[in-house]
């Protein structure tokens, strides 16, 4: 089992900036998988960034291209999203997500509300 816990969501301003945390239950480097989703009302959780723990380059949505930014912290365990130059658009609640033993985990999710 692997227990997922999002923070550091809120209220931010149009070109705010914000960064979000996953803090991770297990050593990291057992994962095969991680990655960062959103989802808002009435809508299906929408993937915008992935990346595999083999190697290669992270892949994100061009709708955050060029400002998020997915990185981790081994030491505290977390796997953290930079997010800058932010917009209405990116109002939601973002998720994390890693796959471990070939299994699917989620987090609760952590809002964030972008407005003046």
């Known amino acids: 089992q692997v227990q997922l816990v999002e923070s550091g969501g809120g209220l931010v301003q149009p070109g705010g900036s914000l960064r979000l945390s996953c803090t991770v239950s297990?050593?990291?480097?057992?994962?095969?998988?991680m990655g960062w989703y959103r989802r808002t009302p009435g809508k299906a959780a929408r993937v915008l960034v992935a990346?595999?723990?083999?190697?290669?380059?992270?892949n994100y949505a061009d709708s955050v291209k060029g400002r998020f930014t997915i990185s981790t912290a081994d030491s505290e365990n977390t796997i953290n999203l930079q997010m800058s130059n932010l917009k209405t658009e990116d109002t939601a609640v973002y998720y994390c997500?890693?796959?471990?033993?070939?299994?699917?985990?989620w987090g609760e999710g952590t809002p964030v509300t972008v407005s003046s």
């Open positions: 990346s595999s723990f083999s190697g290669g380059q992270p």
């Open positions: 997500n890693v796959i471990y033993r070939r299994t699917d985990y």
């Open positions: 297990i050593n990291m480097f057992s994962l095969e998988y």
